[in-house]
């Protein structure tokens, strides 16, 4: 089965995760994928496999045993932001820079997603306008497929031992969650799991999640002067504390904000969901502190409100741990050399499961898939990015 043709099939699948859930994986269309993606592996010859009870799917290819081990890691999930599957994409060949009609109602045009003039003369993979196509991540699974079919049918071409895994709830930030280094038996690994085909990310933010919870005081506004305490107002007031500038819509690149993700309560108790986030360690650690001492402040001005924060660490900026493990970066840098293409480092604003993996000693830097416009209906894949993908990761096997 062919690049394209493989991509196809398995975007119909649809195994969007979910964030309300208890279960691992969240949905029962990812464990229904998951035995699909196994089925399909065995049948291209794939004799080391496994389906763990988590529905993470493991595997490897020997190879030259003096080479490192080479992890490669796609996710199975979609995300929940737009339901995927059930429906037949639609192939762009030789695309010509015009706008792309997605249905009657939506469509791609380069003069809003100016990325599309990165694709002239390329084929694409575009979505029928009502759902997202899901190249997050099975554009990352095809072309591990990919991988995996040419060096099971070419045993006469040297490579580096080759491991891989499929894994659940990427997208609701679970990806990582039952992964097991010890399962994965790799030196070093690659989430293919990225935008453009050549960028490559190992640095990331530090993430920490607060909650901030405001206990108030009840009473009829009919007779409310000196007692009623109106926590929604004073959830307010705490949140105007906060820098005005230190948020997403105002920051790019390095710079850290204090996200307010959700707000929810009454006059007696009220609830902010904020996400933290910065590339430097020290200041994300800072604006956590940040949080603290602003409950303090309104616990000062309102002694009979109770201002409860609690926070915790989401996941660390890969960064600090490549900085002394630099064998996985040092490796793309010659593959990339070899295959004739320049790489692009460039941060993550946001998290990945390679940062979590890395942490567990696994090095995990991610690289592109050739996806863009991910988690709606504007997505659209590269094909002939994916073919450069699977083009580097061979020079990174055989290098």
Same mark, same amino acid.
């Given at each position: ?144 497929? !990919?991988? %995996?079919?040419?060096?099971? #049918? &070419?045993?006469? +071409? ?8 499929? @894994?659940? =709830? !990427?997208? %609701?930030?679970?990806?990582? #969650? &039952?992964?097991? +280094? ?8 690659? @989430?293919? =799991? ?206």
């Amino acid at each position: 089965m062919n690049l394209i043709n493989r991509f196809i099939k398995y975007v119909q699948y649809e195994t969007t995760s979910d964030e309300n859930s208890a279960s691992y994986p969240s949905s029962l269309s990812q464990k229904e994928f998951a035995k699909v993606l196994f089925n399909d592996l065995k049948e291209l010859g794939v004799k080391d496999l496994t389906l763990d009870e988590y529905s993470l799917i493991y595997g490897g290819i020997e190879g030259d045993s003096s080479l490192p081990t080479i992890g490669l890691i796609a996710h199975m999930d979609t995300s929940p932001e737009l339901q995927g599957g059930n429906f037949i994409p639609k192939i762009i060949e030789n695309y010509d820079g015009g706008i792309i009609e997605l249905n009657k109602t939506y469509r791609l045009d380069p003069q809003e997603f100016t990325n599309l003039k990165d694709h002239l003369n390329q084929t694409l993979i575009v979505t029928d306008g009502e759902h997202l196509l899901g190249g997050d991540d099975k554009a990352g699974i095809a072309i591990i497929f !990919e991988i %995996i079919e040419y060096y099971l #049918s &070419h045993l006469e +071409i040297k490579h580096a031992p080759i491991r891989f895994c499929f @894994t659940p =709830d !990427e997208e %609701i930030g679970n990806g990582a #969650s &039952h992964f097991s +280094i010890h399962k994965m038996k790799a030196d070093i690994a690659y @989430t293919i =799991d990225g935008g453009r085909y050549n960028e490559v990310n190992y640095e990331n933010f530090n993430a920490y999640s607060v909650s901030v919870k405001v206990l108030g005081r009840s009473v009829h506004p009919g007779s409310a002067k000196n007692l009623l305490l109106n926590a929604i107002t004073i959830a307010m007031e705490y949140h105007d504390l906060l820098p005005k500038d230190m948020v997403p819509e105002k920051t790019e690149g390095y710079e850290g904000f204090n996200h307010l993700c959700d707000i929810k309560g009454s006059v007696e108790e009220c609830e902010m969901s904020y996400i933290v986030r910065n590339h430097d360690l020290n200041q994300a650690k800072k604006q956590v502190q940040m949080f603290l001492t602003n409950a303090s402040i309104i616990q000062e001005k309102y002694p009979r409100v109770n201002v409860i924060v609690t926070y915790k660490e989401s996941y660390r900026n890969m960064y600090d741990y490549f900085k002394d493990h630099p064998l996985a970066i040092d490796k793309l840098k010659i593959a990339f050399e070899k295959a004739k293409e320049e790489i692009v480092f460039n941060p993550i604003r946001g998290g990945t499961d390679g940062a979590h993996i890395t942490f567990m000693g696994l090095p995990c830097p991610n690289l592109g898939t050739g996806d863009y416009n991910c988690h709606g209906r504007y997505e659209y894949v590269s094909v002939d990015e994916m073919k450069k993908v699977v083009k580097i990761l061979k020079a990174l096997l055989e290098a």
